[in-house]
């Protein structure tokens, strides 16, 4: 069984200029979920879909990011315009249920100059 | 407030060792699942053990057990005979009833031969 694929799985840019991720789940995961995470920190929630939904995106800076998952599936995640500080890492997960265990992507590295 | 304190930052274990990365968490919610995943070099998480706040006994899979202390709040992560491949950043993470999965900043295990 395929598991979480993220692209890409590096990035480097400059900054004021935008960047987009993908992410494909786990075939029949209705929940999706993106991640921060900067250096020496753990993960945190930047927004979450159950199926089509956004049912958490309270951590999303909506100025500057946007996320979208069309027909309950893939998922982007987009920066515009990226700023010095967005440097992290973007992981992206899914789960069979709300409830259950997350699986992960092995996420994108994003470097803004 | 810290929902999940991980209070090392880094461990040391001799290869064959048993070795204890710790945990403990705050909520008043009844209903919580408490998580441990492994996160190599590589950069993904990868899933490790579940423990659930009415589940009577620690969990346990294969060489990993989590020491859940209800009373005390603490979730601790047990890593029997060590191998080289078990260094990683370890995160603990813990989910209030159907909540967002928050995790704590990590600890660094390094496993010596």
């Known amino acids: 069984e395929a598991g979480v694929v993220q692209s890409p799985r590096y990035k480097i840019i400059e900054k004021k200029q935008p960047v987009a991720f993908w992410c494909n789940p786990i075939s029949g995961h209705n929940t999706l979920y993106w991640y921060l995470q900067n250096l020496g920190q753990g993960p945190e929630l930047l927004i979450r879909y159950e199926n089509e939904e956004a049912v958490d995106d309270s951590q999303l800076p909506k100025d500057r990011f946007s996320a979208e998952r069309l027909k309950g599936v893939d998922s982007t995640l987009k920066i515009q315009p990226a700023e010095l500080g967005d440097s992290a890492v973007y992981l992206c997960a899914s789960s069979l249920a709300r409830a259950g265990e997350l699986f992960f992507g092995e996420g994108s590295r994003l470097t803004v100059l | 407030a810290q929902k999940i304190t991980q209070t090392q930052p880094g461990m040391f274990v001799q290869e064959k060792e048993a070795v204890t990365l710790d945990c403990t968490y705050d909520?008043?919610?009844?209903?919580?699942?408490l998580f441990w995943y492994k996160q190599p070099s590589s950069g993904e998480m990868i899933f490790l053990i579940y423990?659930?706040?009415?589940?009577?006994q620690n969990a346990t899979e294969g060489r990993y057990s989590l020491n859940f202390q209800k009373a005390r709040k603490s979730a601790n992560l047990v890593i029997s005979a060590s191998q080289l491949g078990d260094s990683a950043m370890y995160f603990c993470a813990m989910r209030e009833g159907w909540a967002k999965l928050i995790f704590g900043t990590g600890t660094l295990l390094a496993v010596q031969p």
């Open positions: 423990q659930g706040s009415y589940d009577q």
């Open positions: 909520t008043s919610d009844p209903s919580y699942g």
